[in-house]
């Protein structure tokens, strides 16, 4: 039996696939990381919705003075993580967590980042209010989001910079962007009028190709 969180987008035994195309695409996570430690070079970060650990584990071979902690709602991510972070287990630990109840208590972070989260959260105000609670006076949060209705020219470009090999993820990329276009937001990724709309509109964004970069303060 699976008991993962409520919203759990990858239930435990589906977190090995998930891990093995998540590999595959480990430029991507280092080149996200150089970003994120370029702005924060001591102190600590939460990823929410750590997934693997990938961008976790980058960070903290990056920095020696960073502390990271992952938090995914599905117990099978942790446990995978907690696997690909052996060696570095000094300064990267995972629990298991939802956006909507995060098991810290107030001021403990002075960043939060995190991929491909937003699209999954089902009440984005409550999230963004329990993130706020975390982070330090003057923390930030970076939210990257994949924005699924851009120009193929942009995907392609996105991934040339990210180093992820344009086969096989150009062609998954554009299937997944029409099931998004068909099902909604919440099957893959965001769209563009997203950003305009609710709880992200007061936010500022950064526009990378296919990547989008949320910036919330504190």
Known sequence: MNHALPGEPFPSPLAPLYCAEALLRRK??????????FHIREGKILELG????????ELARLSPRLEVVGVDPSP???RLASH???GVENRVRFLVGGAYRLPFPPSSFDMVVSLGVLHHLQDLPRALKEVRRVLKPGGKAWFYEVVMDVRPEEIAGTLRELEIPLFPFLPLFLLEGRLAVRAGRRLVGLK????RRGALAGCRVERRGALWKVVVKK
């Open 76 to 78: 099978g991510m942790v």
């Open 84 to 86: 690909l972070c052996r």
């Open 192 to 195: 563009r009028g997203d950003f």
């Open 50 to 57: 750590s997934g693997p650990g990938l961008l976790s584990l």
């Open 28 to 37: 991507g996570y280092e080149s996200l990381a150089r970003e994120i430690a």
